[in-house]
């Protein structure tokens, strides 16, 4: 069999996972101590190459198992960008990198590193600035687009359990967005969201135990749904 030749050089693909979830403190992101070269100690998002036979979005399940023991069974994972800027990888062939974007709600899930690193959930404030290769530019990127896609989607309540209360969605606004959000203004508008969240004519007791109870919600929209009725920042 005839060898294939080309003048054009050898390119090597990866992917990586951009992990978010609403921890005690605000937006979590799921990072990685690398334990090898390059960038021995420093965290990274988890991700690695694709295998010959893989789909983007099978290679990106495989490595968050295999890097942090998080099964993405059930998440909300869509691709983000992709990545490839000459020198963003130090080895000696280009690398270029399908960056992808998920949501979980299980923040109690403690993530277990793989044979080459040490995983851990991180306040996305904490570790900002520091991350392997190019890996704060897509950070930076994910936090925009899901800031973005909490204005149109309703990709906010992925962060919840089945069922939560109006306040806990607000959160989720308030963390991924930066800003603090006027309670009634929220819930007057998330009740005209009728393709949003629903009732479930449930409710619960506020965690300090005092006060009225609270109503739970669940969503009713696929998380990358559109809305009819936006949610936009400035009207916050």
């Known amino acids: 069999m005839a060898r294939f030749t080309s003048e054009f050089p050898v390119f090597y693909l990866t992917v ?16 990685v101590e690398r334990g090898e070269q390059p960038f021995a100690g420093q965290a990274a998002l988890p991700g690695g190459f694709v295998l010959p036979d893989e789909e983007f979005e099978d290679a990106a399940r495989r490595e968050l198992v295999e890097e942090t023991g998080i099964s993405a069974d059930g998440l909300v994972l869509q691709q983000l960008r992709t990545f490839g800027a000459p020198g963003r990888d130090p080895r000696p ?8 974007l998920a949501v979980t709600a299980h923040t109690d ?9 040490a995983a851990r959930w991180a306040h996305v ?8 290769f190019d890996h704060d530019e897509i950070l930076a990127t994910a936090r925009e687009r899901i800031a973005s896609k909490l204005e149109y ?5 992925s962060f919840l359990p089945p069922e939560f209360t109006l306040s806990q969605l607000r959160g989720v606004y308030e963390a991924a967005w930066g800003l603090t959000i ?6 007057r508008k998330l009740r005209t969201c009728t393709d949003f969240v629903t009732p479930t004519n449930r409710t619960v007791i506020p965690p300090s135990g005092r006060g009225r109870p609270a109503q739970l919600f669940r969503r ?13 920042r400035s009207g916050m």
């Open 16 to 31: 990586d996972v951009v992990l978010f979830a609403m921890g005690d403190t605000g937006l979590q992101v799921l990072v």
């Open 182 to 187: 006027d309670p009634g203004n929220f819930q």
């Open 153 to 157: 989607t309703a990709l906010g309540a």
């Open 93 to 100: 062939h280009r690398v270029v990198s399908v960056a992808h």
């Open 125 to 132: 404030d904490e570790v900002a600035g520091t991350l392997a």
């Open 109 to 117: 899930t403690c993530p277990r590193g793989g044979t080459d690193a």
């Open 220 to 232: 009713v929209a696929d998380p990358f749904a559109l809305l009819a009725s936006p949610i936009i």
